[in-house]
């Protein structure tokens, strides 16, 4: 994968540079594409010979500033990074007079009698070294954002994979802690439907361990697993009746994230009254590949439905997954009255 990387940055970089020299050489030749040149000018190809040795000092000038560029920043003091660059900039000047005098003297058989230095040259030489220079910097640092921006961004898609990594290892151990409390109740009491609990037990330990680990799942395989939480709890309670569970719209080809929508059904359980029926109502509606989830639970006289005991799975960690999955793409409104406890959840695919 490192591989990979470094050649997709390789040719990201080679690309830019290319776009550059197309975009300095097209300069260069506009005023032939135009037609703004005379006959004399157009005469023995000159101008295309000055184009194309431009583009050789050019090539040279801007790749020596380019490379040097980077050490000069490694100066702890300004002065000393000024004054090399100034030292830089006067060499490559130093180079370019005689290097244009060699190409124009024998590349382009100029006569020797026509080559005749003027402090123009000079001049000329410096001010194209100051204007490469300033493309070759901006170039490094362009370059240099685009990477760092990535780096950054990778980053983040590590912590953030982190987080929710830390986030389904507290949301597992604490749901099985639960739910074998309620089979152990069973069992203790010599239930018959010990047995029952421990298949549908079978059935939430296979979608914790495999389907759990995916990124997204079907929806309907989300809604048999709060199938079958709610199931195990009403064989604890022994009320049917105690849950209202409604399913409408279209589910197929809609994903979610797994174990999501669970932890707002067992914090209505924790905190649910249980003298009244139904005590917890839950609402789940498909439209337009919006998922709705709403669930409300009647509250008990003593206590508040978001008071966690400890170990427990908060709202502010739910609340943390749910930025984390769907940012930009979820709205999730808490309200709390005097007998009920409300969540509404909407996830937008």
Known sequence: MLVNDSGMKRRNIILIHLLYWFYII?????PLYIGKLDEAVLANNNYLKDVFISTILNVITFYTIYLVFPRLLKFNLKITALLSGLMVIALITAFRIPAEFYFWRFFAD???KDMVFETIYM???????????IYAILIHFMINWFESQKLRDELINQQQASE???MRSQVNPHFLFNTLNNIYSLVYRKSDEAPEAVMKLSSIMRYMLYDSASKKV??????EYLNSYI???NLRIKHADF???KIEGKTEGLTIAPMLLISFVENAFKHSCKNQRPGILIHLST?????SFEVINYIKKAGTANDEPTGGIDLATIRRRLELIYPGKHKLLISQETETFRINLEITN
């Open 26 to 30: 097209n300069q260069n030749l506009f």
């Open 110 to 112: 100029q006569p020797g």
């Open 123 to 133: 001049w000329n030489n410096l001010r194209m070294v100051i204007i490469i220079g």
């Open 164 to 166: 929710l990594a830390l």
């Open 218 to 223: 079907p929806l309907e395989k989300e809604i």
């Open 231 to 233: 199931e195990l709890q």
């Open 243 to 245: 849950v209202s569970l």
């Open 287 to 291: 439209i337009n590949g919006t998922i």
